[in-house]
């Protein structure tokens, strides 16, 4: 959409803008194309050039003028996204086309056979198709008019929909406004697929499974469902995204002027050039059926490597006026056809239900199967979250189950085949007590978790000293799962404080302890005394609390007591911290027991005191930075404050926001999710050493 010169035009306005520099109310016009602009980047092309804290301060300069000067609002300014409560209700709405089904194959014979057809009907010995992704996600139909968004709706029943239209507007890769009208188009209705990439995906599971809510079995669930809630605020939380990969109709402006656009790839093109996300990177035009073979074959090897989930492929006849000529059935165009990819779906028994306990006390049923082979593992264990899930699933120990996995996504029972019971299987009894310690289990009204409530179970101490000493918390090598359970049973180790305290020399009568292994552990645990506030936020394991959310506390605190003092509303005041992070952080705080923790905690020297964080200016502004591996020439710490000495930041983990992953030695799963990233851009460190010179 953007060529070189308007984006360094549109650099040139960020750095105006964000030096307060502009002119708010003879330039307003010129702040809204820059934040749509920085949406595009970060949305469409995922390949952010400003960082979020620099969007928001541009968004927020926008937001203030037009609550002062309401008039001068437009329809489309970036503002306009938010919505203003819960949606009563969807009502139907009837497409401007019909959304019909596509004809599935499965099999290079039904491609062919499909292709004959097409060669039959259409005349030609041979015929050009378009071959794109097939998106795993949520249909949707979009209206424009006069070049604004009007309505967003499900696909329905083909011909009637849910009109979701404030809900679309939370996805930010859908433009409120396009330059239609250039194009000699006055309404025009685009079809596409709502998506939830994996990354999202991982963390919207990881929250539900924190709650004690079971996750969901694929992204487009999770996209569909997103769709259909009434609360918008929490639609746009989700992050969801917009394909858009068919104009379904087109209405001209000037009915005398043609639009000159012949063929799907160049109507894709269209759409890209106007700011939407069109498969425009990953669509291909071929010549002939076996060049979509191999172009399927290709992909197929590829699709776990996407940052999306796509089921398939589809091929349509590339030139429009051939599809007119192929026409439609009652059920489906004639000019285009899905290949369906194998499914990732095998069938077990579930032959036991072992129930397991985490650091919060929660116990979580793990359903023992046997080990079926599907999406590339080998499978034996499913979690199976909690007892409602049991229940809606009407799960059985005996029953044959129909299990699923899909890409990264942890593996799912979909369902309980009941038609094959023999009247042999049992009922799945759920524990009244605590399977380790026999304390009664809890549940609260709003969880459908049960819980152990005795802080001082000896399952749940070991799991939080495990978290304690964990990579990204206080990072104490040498004291792994294995030696934390040992010494445990051994007695050495007590709880989290202990770990401080317990004779480390005794060890030397320890199997697997040599003098060098008890001078690394040594070691380990000294320097993990000088670890950063936020590290020690997140090794404390408070619910909800992850890397980011410690981080963000980590900056606003100058000492770690002082979240002693702060009401829930104070703690909601911070970035990222919503009703159920506070609430948390609260309850932790005044908590005896965890204050006299702290304060052992404090005696042997860990870090306990922080510095607000204070934004540099550098070569590095607007730049986002992750490290993984080993560095040789500096300590990671010492990396990481270089970046921001020189105006960049540091995220908690890998994602589209990210923009440089400096890969030292040894380097892990980091590296290899960035790599499925293609706006990642990878350095060694010496090339991260070179960029410091800037």
């Known amino acids: 959409m953007y060529n070189n010169e308007q984006v360094k035009h549109f650099q040139q306005l960020s750095h105006k803008w964000l030096s307060n520099k502009g002119d708010i109310h003879n330039e307003i016009d010129e702040l809204r194309d820059l934040l749509r602009f920085h949406e595009h980047r970060y949305y469409v092309e995922n390949d952010p050039l400003i960082s979020d804290y620099e969007y928001d301060s541009l968004y927020k300069v926008l937001e203030t003028y037009e609550k002062k000067h309401p008039e001068f609002i437009t329809k489309d300014s970036p503002t306009q996204r938010v919505g203003s409560g819960l949606i009563k209700d969807f009502p139907k709405t009837q497409h401007l086309v019909p959304m019909l089904s596509l004809e599935n194959s499965y099999n290079d014979e039904d491609l062919q056979d499909w292709d004959r057809k097409v060669k039959e009907l259409s005349g030609l010995e041979e015929v050009e198709y378009s071959v794109e992704p097939k998106f795993d996600g949520a249909s949707i139909s979009l209206i424009y008019e006069n070049d604004l968004l009007v309505r967003g709706v499900t696909r329905g029943d083909g011909e009637t929909g849910d009109d979701i239209t404030p809900n679309v507007r939370q996805i930010k890769s859908i433009p409120l406004s396009a330059d239609f009208s250039k194009h000699n188009i006055s309404q025009i209705e685009i079809r596409g697929e709502i998506l939830m990439n994996k990354i999202n995906f991982k963390k919207y599971n990881d929250s539900l499974m924190e709650e004690g809510l079971p996750p969901l079995a694929n992204p487009r669930n999770a996209a569909a469902g997103s769709l259909r809630i009434k609360d918008t605020a929490i639609v746009r939380r989700r992050n969801l995204e917009g394909f858009l990969y068919h104009v379904s109709f087109i209405s001209p402006l000037d009915k005398n002027n043609k639009i000159s656009i ?60 051939l599809q007119e000529k192929l026409g439609i059935t009652s059920h489906h165009p004639r000019w285009a056809i899905a290949f369906k990819f194998k499914a990732r779906q095998a069938t077990s028994k579930l032959i036991g239900v072992e129930f397991q306990l985490g650091r919060t006390g929660a116990v979580t049923p793990v359903a023992k199967i046997l080990p079926v082979h599907v999406g590339g593992v080998t499978v034996s264990s499913i979690s199976i979250h909690n007892e409602d899930y049991i229940q809606e699933k009407n799960l059985k120990i005996g029953d044959q189950i129909l299990i699923e996995r899909s890409g990264d996504v942890i593996p799912q029972i979909v369902k309980s085949l009941t038609e094959l019971r023999s009247g042999e299987e049992t009922d799945i009894d759920f524990p009244k007590n605590c399977p380790i310690c026999n304390h009664t289990l809890h549940k609260t009204e709003d969880e459908a978790v049960w819980r152990c409530i005795n802080f001082n179970c000896r399952a749940q101490v070991v799991e939080r000293i495990i978290h304690f000493v964990s990579k990204d918390a206080m990072d104490i090598k040498s004291l792994g799962e294995a030696n934390i359970r040992k010494f445990y049973e051994l007695g050495l180790l007590k709880d989290v404080p202990s770990i401080y305290e317990f004779d480390i020399e005794g060890l030397k009568n320890t199997e697997g302890f040599g003098v060098k292994s008890i001078s690394n552990l040594k070691d380990a645990i000294e320097k993990s005394k000088t670890q950063p506030l936020h590290r020690l936020i997140y090794a404390l394991g408070i619910r909800y609390v992850g890397e980011t959310t410690a981080k963000t506390i980590a900056q606003k605190i100058t000492d770690l007591f002082e979240l ?39 005696s042997f020297g860990l870090q306990m005191e922080g510095k607000v964080h204070e934004k540099c200016e550098g070569g590095l502004t607007g730049q986002t930075f992750l490290f993984t591996g080993t560095l040789s020439k500096m300590k990671r710490s010492e990396a990481e404050q270089k970046v921001e000495d020189h105006g960049g930041e540091i995220l908690g983990g890998v994602s589209s926001k990210l923009n440089f992953l400096v890969a030292g030695e040894d380097a892990g799963s980091k590296l290899e999710k960035a790599k499925k990233i293609p706006s990642i851009k990878i350095l060694t460190e010496e090339e991260f050493l070179n960029m410091l010179a800037i």
């Open 564 to 602: 002693k003092n702060k009401t829930e509303e104070n703690l909601m005041e911070m970035e990222d911290v919503g009703v159920k992070v506070a609430k948390s952080i609260y309850e932790f705080f005044h908590n005896e027991d965890n204050i006299a923790l702290l304060n052992r905690l404090k």
């Open 262 to 321: 012949e063929s799907h790839t160049e109507m894709l093109k269209l759409l890209w050039d106007l700011g939407f996300r069109s498969p425009q990177k990953e669509i291909k035009k071929v010549k002939g059926i076996q060049e979509v073979i191999k172009m399927i074959n290709e992909f197929e090897k590829e699709r776990d490597n996407l940052p999306y989930e796509i089921d398939g492929m589809v091929i349509k006849v590339n030139q429009l006026d």
